[in-house]
């Protein structure tokens, strides 16, 4: 059923590809549109059987489906795919904003529609392996097969430094990933001087980091390529290049799931293969998080391209996900799940908004914008929605994220938690002023506006709702990714902690 | 009837909700019968409830489960005793009452409905803020009252100078809310609930009075307290609140936001009760606020910036009486301040609308033949506001004034020196308002009649109320903590005759007597020190220099990002190495066959010598 | 006397490699250097001869003719690379045909 999905998403990739030469103009992004669409079908069931509580038990019941066939069985390669809670919420977020994004190239692409829609399709096939794939050689793969589409997507259809941006994309993400590939291929051999054969498997090689002599090492190579691609401070600086000239199905998919794949990985693997490394690198992973946290709240504010705003915006809450990741309990963790998802949405939208915007003015200089809002007052009072909604107001989704993020994280570090707090006042300022360039103050441009269409306001409108959804009753999430965590924190060595609700 | 308690902050929210989605599209009598009808409707549903409740018991309803993490499990739930009846039935009853008179004060507006819909969305989060039964929920209304907060006061957006107020506002809030919001995470980690009654009991119970635990969650609910209420060193926002249409000013920054932390301190009393420091701390804050507030709102010449400086200085006489354990003085004194401010900014509106949007007060004055009924509106609520003898502001600051000299003599000769502050602005307002030469001829409202009745009713229900407001009895014995003692005759008399002394004292210094005051004016140093009350003590200049200078400029320096500088160090340097190279490929053969003779000749020579 | 021999005809397999090697630095024209090439082989080939005689060894004589080989086929397709050239650039000077420069 997994491998199904995957097939079907290749299978669409492809024939968007061919329908270019078969209806130049709509073929394309009608395939795409069906291939998104029978995809989420295909996962339908699952959600469903999953909020019903009837759990398919695989292997226990944290995972709902896995599927496994050996692949390169000489080196223990196989073709291991399984979801729980966690990887389904992801795949889930994947499909619904590779939809959006479908919705917002619609018009936007005119140019090698077929190839455009084969690299988006490509990449969200990519995404969906990497939430997916539990060998970690397949991860390597998977991890890889999103990473080119995006390269293309970037160089292609992107803005005028496209090259630039896509290059640096392509380097950071590529390097750091071939730090992982060593790490992998460390940890396979230890598994064969352990026990003779060779293993890339989840399952045998879980804990098994933090035995090898070098595991300091083996982790930073996961570490980087996770930071990189999360991306966290230093490493950040390919995302406001990529997101700024990407176009902006591009910046959907990248603000909105491609970021979380190393979220996904810092949880999925990087922690439960090297328990130890929670404890002694917690400081650091946690100081890492902070610094993103406050230094891309600085910097969102400083710039003046909208996309380059978001995109720091999305750095700093991305600090939150590492903040909450290291803090590893179950209240930071699944603040730090919630955050991927709310993030995902409220960036997605904030990047279409700010698609949109250009698409009408042609131009992405906040400078040049200004009192937008009496001609576009749907977007202006959406646009406000979201940026509310990234400053974390209470009763949407990324409240409820930052919220148990930095109540989890206080149990573990109060200094890092009151630091991390002074992002809600950064976000603060970040987001107002980013509302008073482009829509508040005298209108700057005479011409008339088109406010948004039907297209813009029904991917707006799910955004929304699903937002309102996380934000007032986050419950069944929070069910769903219950024993997912529970599993994920009886790996480790428990912290020191104290139990929440007992003082001596 | 206690059953339909979740339907009060749900009428205005889904009327909100409806004019939200409506977009503009309602005609200006749907939106007004949306806006100030869902609000009337709460309104009377709370007048119902508060018939029927025994203020002796207490009224849980959960609507559900928010979350549940854990041990976190906070609930949308509600939570009725004397206290969150009092705070309820002011905000539905004084909210509806600026509603109503808003629905005439904004009418000509070209976005009616969007402001209605803001101003119901306010109205449902501060329900929400008092009602709620955990401190998570609570922080929902808090945050959704900034938020709307910030909405209204930059509701006429077009001037930038209306959004940089609105923003100013929100941040600086937001700062205090910060600091609760990690007041919540420590109180979370060492009781490990929310839940604002379990709370309180386990903090009784648990912590020692004085306990350093205690203090410090309770000094971080403090720094909420003193963003939302505009206290010291949080307070420099309010005045340009004032950006705001004046209806917004009445409901948001005086008779209801402002006072949320107020009422927080209040509900958390149990807490700050094991903390002297804390109780001290209030006290203060409230003292040193209530005098720099009265000396600014002295000089200010805008009416509506004198009423925003008033407010500050009154919600510290309430941070006063709770610092001094006057609680349900704390309580009545924000009751009667919401009704008499209320009606101050409304009688203000109507000045401002008959002036054609004039707000300085040295372009009013003689106002009093031409608006009559507005000049007794404004005279009754300045009595109240100077606490004259027998107005409900003399019975509800009294008992904050006796429970400050039981406290301690020195708290109470400050605000006594307030009572005379107050008692010089607000009457220098009348006189200059309302004596005097007449400077801008009031002109007629171009509004429909039924419309234009709106706003006096309101102003007279609302006067009404402020004269007999101190006749009112709020159930709060069983919440709060109750005070007894009784200070010298002596000092009572003081109290009352201190105000008076200063109505005296204003009536000869501007009306009487001008030239005592140009006497005043000129002597030496009065004038800095006018300008230094006007900007409210240089508070603007300090946080200037101190935040947002410091933040412009590491925004600016680093606005290319320094973090960037090691790629683009990598690109250079391959860059200048590959200058460096490219001169060894000349294209020229004879340069190679040369390198590669004198190579060979090299490694020969290498070879033989060795 | 042996080894006088040796010794002269090495020298002066050593002094035609040294015109030859001159030939091909200074000369512009690619004639030229095609020519300075071919007596720059011719004198590789000239060394082979004289060490196979010099050791008694046919091996000697395999690589002159090894080497006559080459250089004839190098100087085919060098030929055919000048006409190329001659008809491209309408130049011979090596000075001009500097496209691979860097």
Same mark, same amino acid.
């Given at each position: 059923m997994l491998t199904l999905l995957l097939i079907v998403l290749f299978t669409g990739a492809a024939l968007a590809w061919c329908a270019q030469y078969w209806r130049p103009h709509d073929g394309p992004r009608a395939v795409a549109l069906m291939t998104l669409i029978t995809a989420l079908l295909l996962m339908l069931p699952l959600a469903a059987n999953t909020a019903n509580g009837a759990f398919i038990a695989a292997l226990d019941e944290t995972w709902l489906v896995l599927e496994q066939t050996p692949w390169i069985p000489r080196f223990g390669i196989q073709w291991l795919v399984a979801i729980d809670g966690m990887s389904l919420l992801l795949i889930l977020l994947t499909l619904v904003l590779g939809l959006i994004a479908v919705a917002a190239s619609w018009r936007e692409i005119e140019q090698r529609q077929g190839f455009f829609y084969f690299n988006l399709l490509g990449c969200l096939a990519g995404v969906v392996g990497v939430f997916s794939a539990l060998d970690l050689f397949l991860f390597f793969f998977f991890w890889e097969v999103m990473l080119i589409p995006v390269y293309f997507l970037i160089a292609i259809w992107g803005h005028e430094a496209r090259h630039y941006a896509a290059l640096k994309f392509f380097i950071f993400t590529q390097a750091s990933s071939l730090l992982m590939l060593i790490s992998i291929l460390g940890l396979a051999y230890l598994h064969q001087q352990e026990n003779g054969f060779y293993s890339f498997s989840y399952f045998e090689l879980l804990g098994s980091g933090s035995r090898s002599p070098h595991h300091f090492w083996l982790m930073l190579g996961f570490f980087i390529a996770f930071m990189v691609k999360l991306p966290a &401070?230093? &490493? %950040? /600086?390919w995302l406001p290049d990529a997101h700024t000239q990407a176009p902006t199905a591009g910046s959907i998919i990248l603000a909105g799931v491609l970021l979380k794949t190393g979220a996904y990985g810092l949880i999925r693997f990087l922690i439960p293969l090297f328990p130890d490394s929670q404890v002694s690198f917690a400081p650091w992973g946690m100081a890492i998080g902070v610094a993103g946290i406050l230094y891309g709240a600085i910097l969102a504010f400083a710039q003046y391209d909208l996309k380059r705003l978001i995109a720091y915006t999305s750095i700093s809450h991305m600090g939150f996900i590492l903040l909450g990741v290291y803090a590893w309990n179950a209240l930071a963790l699944q603040g730090a799940v919630m955050q991927m998802l709310t993030h995902g949405f409220s960036a997605a939208a904030l990047f279409m908004i700010a698609g949109a915007i250009q698409h009408r003015i042609h131009t992405r200089d906040m400078r040049a914008m200004g009192g937008l809002w009496p001609q576009v007052p749907r977007m202006a009072a959406i646009s406000l929605f979201f940026v509310m909604a990234s400053l974390g107001i209470p009763g949407l989704g990324n409240f409820i994220a930052e919220f148990l993020v930095l109540t989890g994280s206080f149990q573990v570090s109060r200094t890092a938690t009151v630091l991390a707090a002074g992002g809600l006042v950064g976000a603060a300022i970040y987001s107002l002023i980013m509302i008073q360039k482009v829509? %508040?103050?005298?209108? @700057? /441009?005479s011409h008339t506006l088109a406010d948004f269409d039907r297209r813009e306001l029904s991917s707006m409108t799910v955004m929304m709702l699903a937002l309102l959804a996380l934000g007032l009753y986050p419950q069944p999430v929070i069910n769903l990714l219950q024993p997912v965590l529970d599993e994920l924190l009886l790996l480790n060595t428990p912290l020191p902690m104290r139990i929440v609700g007992v003082t001596p | 009837m206690l059953s339909l308690l979740w339907l009060i902050p749900t009428l205005p929210m889904l009327s909100s909700l409806l004019l939200m989605l409506g977009a503009g599209r309602f005609t200006r009598h749907t939106s007004a019968l949306l806006g100030v009808g869902s609000v009337g409707l709460s309104a009377l549903i709370a007048f119902a409830i508060a018939l029927s409740f025994d203020t002796t018991t207490v009224y849980q309803h959960t609507l559900w489960q928010w979350f549940s993490v854990g041990a976190l499990t906070p609930n949308i739930a509600f939570y009725l005793d004397g206290l969150s009846l009092v705070m309820m039935l002011v905000v539905t009853g004084v909210g509806f009452l600026i509603h109503l008179y808003a629905s005439g004060y904004m009418y !000509? =507006?070209? =976005?009616y409905s969007r402001f209605f819909a803001s101003m119901n969305l306010f109205l449902a989060a501060m329900l929400i803020l008092v009602l709620a039964d955990n401190l998570v929920l609570l922080y929902l209304g808090w945050e959704g009252v900034g938020l709307c907060s910030y909405l209204l006061i930059g509701f006429w957006y077009k001037d930038p100078a209306n959004g940089q107020a609105a923003r100013k506002a929100f941040v600086m809030t937001r700062v205090g809310d910060t600091a609760m919001a990690i007041g919540l995470f420590l109180l979370f980690r060492e009781l490990g609930t929310l839940n604002i009654a379990e709370l309180m009991t386990a903090a009784s119970t648990r912590w020692p009075e004085g306990s350093p635990t205690a203090t410090l969650a309770a000094l971080l609910l403090l720094g909420g307290a003193v963003g939302k209420s505009a206290q010291l060193p949080l307070q420099s926002w309010l005045p340009d609140a004032m950006a705001g249409p004046t209806p917004v000013s009445a409901l948001i920054h005086a008779a209801t936001m402002v006072t949320a932390g107020v009422y927080l301190i209040a509900r958390h009393h149990a807490l700050f009760l094991l903390s002297p420091l804390a109780m001290d701390s209030v006290a203060l804050v409230g003292l040193i606020t209530l005098l720099i507030a009265g000396f600014s709102a002295l000089v200010q010449t805008d009416i509506k910036r004198i009423l925003a400086y008033s407010t500050m200085s009154q919600i510290g006489y309430m941070f006063l009486a709770l610092g001094v354990g006057a609680w349900s003085a704390a309580i009545f004194h924000l009751v009667i301040h919401a009704l008499f401010k209320a009606l101050l900014f409304l009688s203000a509106g109507s000045i401002i609308l008959a002036l054609q949007h004039k707000q300085e007060i040295s372009e009013m004055g003689g106002l009093s033949r031409h608006m009559p009924f507005i000049f007794g509106c404004f005279l009754i609520g300045s009595a109240c506001l100077a606490a004259l003898p027998f107005t409900s502001g003399y019975f509800s600051k009294e008992p904050i004034l006796i429970q400050a000299w039981l406290q301690s003599p020195m708290l109470w000769f400050g605000g006594l020196l307030g009572a005379l502050i107050t008692a010089l602005y607000s009457f220098r307002l009348i006189f200059v308002v309302f004596f005097g030469p007449l400077h801008t001829e009031p002109s007629g409202l171009k509004l429909p009649a039924v419309v234009a009745l709106r706003m006096p009713l309101a102003l007279s229900i609302l006067a009404l109320l402020s004269l007999l407001g101190g006749f009112l009895d709020l159930p709060l014995a069983t919440v709060l903590p109750t005070t007894s003692g009784h200070p010298p005759l002596l000092i009572e008399a003081i109290n009352t005759l201190v105000p008076l002394f200063g109505v005296l004292a204003c009536y000869s210094l501007y %009306?009487? !007597?001008?030239a005592l005051r140009q006497r005043l004016i000129q002597l030496p140093g009065s004038q800095a020190l006018r300008r230094f009350w006007l900007n409210g003590w240089g508070a603007d200049h300090l946080y200037d220099l101190l935040f947002r200078r410091p933040f412009l400029w590491m925004a600016r320096i680093n606005q290319a990002d320094i973090a960037d500088s090691l790629s683009r160090g990598i690109t250079q340097l391959s860059r200048y190495s590959h200058l460096l190279l490219v001169?060894?490929? @000349?294209?020229q053969i004879r340069w190679y066959a040369s390198i590669m003779a004198i190579g060979v000749a090299f490694f020969i020579g290498l070879g033989v010598l060795t | 006397m042996n080894s006088m021999i040796m010794e002269h005809a090495l020298i002066l397999s050593g002094m035609l490699f040294c015109i030859g090697l001159i030939g091909v630095l200074v000369r512009r024209n690619l004639l030229f250097l095609l020519l300075s090439l071919e007596i720059m082989l011719n004198a590789a080939a000239l060394a082979f001869i004289v060490a196979g005689s010099a050791w008694q060894q046919a091996d000697g004589q395999i690589m002159f003719i090894l080497i006559l080989s080459l250089a004839g086929a190098e100087l085919a397709l060098g030929l055919a690379l000048v006409i190329q050239m001659q008809r491209r650039c309408? /130049?011979? =000077?090596l000075d001009q045909l500097n496209q691979l420069r860097g």
């Open positions: &401070f230093p &490493f %950040h /600086t829509f %508040h103050g005298q209108a @700057s /441009t | !000509n =507006d070209p =976005d %009306h009487r !007597n001008p001169e060894v490929q @000349s294209g | 309408k /130049t011979l =000077d």
